[in-house]
């Protein structure tokens, strides 16, 4: 509650407000502000001026990580695949150790409800990319063919006699596409092993989704 103040200033000046309860305290204040020495002011009021900068900085920031956040994010439409490709007849008929893998992958994936990431693809179309790899190929050709490089680089290792490489696709039909083919491959005259050959056309179960053999 005001009523009279008296207020001594550092200057012989002193001043005597006089107010009511009615008056205007915005005007009272005012004029005290500007009577007051720089070293009795807020020292708020002194550093607004210094921090003003500092929250423009801020803003700045926040505004660039917003403009920045707009950009669209690029993500690649091309799938890459993994291979190896041999002779169909060393491939399907020939090497046993192939088949052997084959099935005991597919068992593994089963037991572990997991998706097919490999596929066998006779006469493969994406062969046409590879001139080098056709010249040394003796037809018709077989290509394992995987999502999963380091795996194709362990059936690499483990078959020996194939070749290997890589290509992009941006679609699972691309990269599986074939060239209808016959396979037919003559049975041994003599088996001398203990157990009984893989019958022919037991590869069918990893061709890809669709695509069977042609048989006629």
Same mark, same amino acid.
């Not at 192939?98 to 490999?118: I, S, T, V």
């Given at each position: 509650? /005001?009523?009279?103040?008296?207020?001594?200033? =550092?200057?012989?000046?002193?001043?005597?407000?006089?107010?009511?309860?009615? =008056?205007?305290?915005?005007?009272i204040l005012s004029n005290?502000?500007?009577?007051?020495?720089?070293?009795?002011?807020?020292?708020?009021?002194?550093?607004?001026? #210094?921090?003003?900068?500092?929250?423009?900085?801020?803003?700045?920031?926040? =505004?660039?990580?917003?403009?920045?956040?707009?950009?669209?994010?690029?993500? =690649?439409?091309?799938?890459?695949?993994?291979?190896?490709?041999?002779?169909?007849?060393?491939?399907?008929?020939?090497?046993?150790?192939?088949?052997?893998?084959?099935?005991?992958?597919?068992?593994?994936?089963?037991?572990?409800?997991?998706?097919?990431?490999?596929?066998?693809?006779?006469?493969?179309?994406?062969?046409?990319?590879? %001139?080098?790899?056709?010249?040394?190929?003796?037809?018709?050709?077989?290509?394992?063919?995987?999502?999963?490089? %380091? &795996?194709?680089?362990?059936?690499? /290792?483990?078959?020996?006699?194939?070749?290997?490489?890589?290509?992009?696709?941006?679609?699972?039909?691309?990269? /599986?596409?074939?060239?209808?083919?016959?396979?037919?491959?003559?049975?041994?005259? #003599? &088996?001398?092993?203990?157990?009984?050959?893989?019958?022919?056309? &037991? &590869?069918?179960?990893?061709?890809?989704?669709?695509? #069977?053999?042609?048989?006629?």
């Amino acid at each position: 509650m /005001l009523g009279m103040g008296t207020l001594t200033l =550092s200057s012989p000046t002193t001043m005597v407000a006089q107010t009511t309860l009615t =008056s205007s305290k915005k005007l009272i204040l005012s004029n005290r502000t500007h009577s007051l020495p720089m070293s009795l002011v807020s020292p708020t009021n002194q550093n607004f001026k #210094k921090h003003k900068p500092f929250i423009t900085a801020v803003s700045s920031v926040q =505004s660039d990580n917003v403009g920045s956040s707009d950009a669209p994010a690029t993500k =690649s439409e091309f799938t890459k695949y993994y291979f190896i490709v041999a002779n169909a007849k060393f491939m399907l008929d020939d090497e046993e150790h192939f088949q052997e893998q084959l099935f005991e992958r597919q068992r593994y994936y089963g037991e572990r409800n997991k998706e097919q990431d490999y596929w066998l693809v006779i006469e493969p179309k994406f062969l046409d990319s590879f %001139p080098d790899f056709t010249k040394k190929l003796r037809r018709p050709a077989v290509a394992l063919v995987s999502t999963n490089g %380091p &795996w194709i680089t362990f059936m690499k /290792l483990r078959l020996d006699r194939v070749l290997s490489g890589s290509f992009e696709a941006d679609s699972l039909e691309e990269a /599986l596409a074939s060239n209808p083919t016959k396979l037919e491959f003559e049975k041994p005259a #003599k &088996w001398v092993a203990p157990y009984p050959k893989y019958e022919s056309g &037991w &590869w069918e179960t990893f061709l890809p989704s669709g695509q #069977k053999e042609v048989n006629s």
